[in-house]
């Protein structure tokens, strides 16, 4: 079943301690991704990748990290976690555009993340 | 200004209802317009693409209209299961930004019986 798997979907941790949301999917899609989603403010982009080793900033880069050494993970990286990280996350996939037609994003569950 | 901006509604409408929700992005050079339906702390899942010409599926509709940068939708016969949060997205296909999407806030559907 094609598939983005996003773990943990639920983690509770205290301000300061390194944690990583894993992002994995199955249909060799080139394109990665990472929002945050939050009461009022919709979904925010916070890193992309167009490809292996390819990385970029979305509009919410702060206080995170991300790497694509593979083409199936993209994992998230909370080096020092603050309350204000607190939020709902989705990891996203997407093959390549096909012309003005754009492409469909899948999504993962969600982690739903809390600082405290 | 936002990329992309919605009503944030909410919108609460009786089963068999019409309801259109409206969009527009501020971009001109985005190519590709979606809706996405998220239901309530759920993943957003892609309803359907918006075409210039405008299409339907079913009891939905979208329409597109480039000189206003205005995107639209229509839900017809309005169901129960009708019930999410309707997110506008767009994609600038060129450059660097090839596949980055740009999501409004949404618009929240209430369907009552």
């Known amino acids: 079943e094609a598939q983005v798997t996003q773990n943990p979907r639920y983690l509770i941790t205290v301000t300061g301690k390194k944690l990583t949301v894993t992002c994995s999917q199955n249909?060799?899609?080139?394109?990665m991704s990472w929002y945050r989603q939050d009461p009022g403010l919709g979904l925010r982009q916070i890193y992309y990748?167009?490809?292996?080793?390819?990385?970029d900033k979305g509009d919410v880069p702060e206080g995170y990290k991300v790497s694509r050494k593979e083409k199936r993970n993209f994992p998230l990286i909370l080096e020092s976690p603050s309350p204000n990280q607190t939020s709902l996350y989705f990891c996203?996939?997407?093959?390549?555009?096909?012309?003005?037609?754009?492409?469909?994003?899948?999504f993962g569950q969600g982690t739903r993340l809390t600082v405290v | 200004r936002k990329e992309v901006e919605q009503d944030p509604g909410p919108f609460n409408v009786p089963e068999g209802a019409t309801v259109a929700f409206n969009c527009t992005y501020s971009n001109s050079a985005s190519q590709s317009f979606f809706w996405y339906r998220q239901d309530c702390r759920k993943e957003p899942k892609l309803l359907m693409s918006v075409y210039s010409s405008g299409n339907e599926d079913g009891r939905f509709t979208a329409q597109l209209n480039r000189a206003s940068q205005y995107i639209s939708l229509l839900i017809r016969d309005s169901k129960l299961s009708d019930s999410a949060t309707y997110l506008c997205v767009v994609n600038r296909d060129r450059g660097s930004t090839l596949g980055r999407l740009y999501f409004g806030r949404g618009t929240q559907l209430t369907v009552w019986p």
């Open positions: 249909m060799n899609h080139e394109y």
């Open positions: 996203a996939s997407s093959p390549p555009g096909q012309g003005a037609r754009g492409t469909e994003a899948f």
């Open positions: 990748s167009m490809n292996v080793e390819v990385t």
